[in-house]
């Protein structure tokens, strides 16, 4: 019995003399263990501060189609030349302006039917007594129009509304004292009375009247501007 509980003991202290050697072997240490234990640590931490870090911001559908469209414009555009905007792309429509012709009817912006009956240059208005009137810049140019009223309202027109237009584009207004001299005159040139004044017309009236201007010279043609119409006509030369 003795013997049999020294067996006891002794097998007890073998088995945790092995138990303790294995631990060593396989077993990690403490240090090893705390070592893990802080790697496993500093890892998470790394991870954490790497998805808090923003990514840079994806372009919005808006302007990628903006950034996509100014390159293709720049890769069609010439050197040295600008590129094309939409308003320059497509020009506006060129209003071509026709001129009336001597003999024309048109409707001015007061309604007033209006027709160019003659353009005519003449050195002097001869009078009934006295000298004739002569121009001081050096020709007399007389226009006659014919002024009618479609409306059933009064309608006021004067020869202030009455311009010529040369060839440079330079415009005259109506002489006074040539346009009073066709008033005193023993050969009028027309039927028509001397438009001296703003005139009033009837509804449904119609009058023709002349309006005298003093020109340095007449051209072969002028343009003749009555209310917002304008009228292209030759000038002819006449004695009265």
Do not use: C, W
């Not at 004739?132 to 509304?161: C, H, K, W």
């Not at 449904?204 to 002028?222: M, P």
């Amino acid at each position: 019995m003795p013997g049999s509980a020294r067996f006891l003991v002794a097998s007890v202290i073998v088995v945790g003399v092995a138990l303790a050697l294995l631990r060593i072997v396989y077993a990690p240490g403490e240090e090893a263990l705390l070592a893990s234990i802080e790697a496993a640590r500093q890892a998470e931490e790394r991870a954490r501060a790497g998805s808090s870090v923003a990514a840079p911001p994806t372009p919005t559908a808006a302007v990628a189609i903006t950034e996509a469209a100014s390159s293709a414009a720049a890769a069609e555009a010439t050197p040295g030349q600008p590129t094309a905007t939409a308003a320059s792309a497509t020009p506006e429509p060129t209003v071509e302006v026709t001129d009336l012709a001597v003999g024309e009817t048109a409707t001015s912006d007061t309604n007033l039917q209006i027709t160019l009956v003659d353009l005519y240059a003449v050195p002097s208005i001869p009078q009934y007594f006295g000298r004739d009137f002569m121009p001081t810049n050096g020709v007399y140019v007389i226009v006659v129009a014919r002024f009618q009223n479609p409306t059933s309202a009064l309608i006021q027109y004067s020869p202030e509304r009455v311009h010529l237009i040369d060839d440079r584009g330079a415009r005259f207004g109506y002489d006074d004292a040539g346009t009073n001299g066709l008033s005193t005159t023993p050969k009028p040139a027309n039927e028509g009375r001397p438009l001296m004044f703003a005139s009033s017309l009837h509804a449904g009236a119609a009058e023709t009247v002349s309006i005298v201007f003093d020109l340095e010279s007449a051209a072969d043609e002028l343009r003749v501007q009555i209310e917002d119409l304008i009228y292209k006509a030759p000038v002819r030369e006449v004695e009265l």
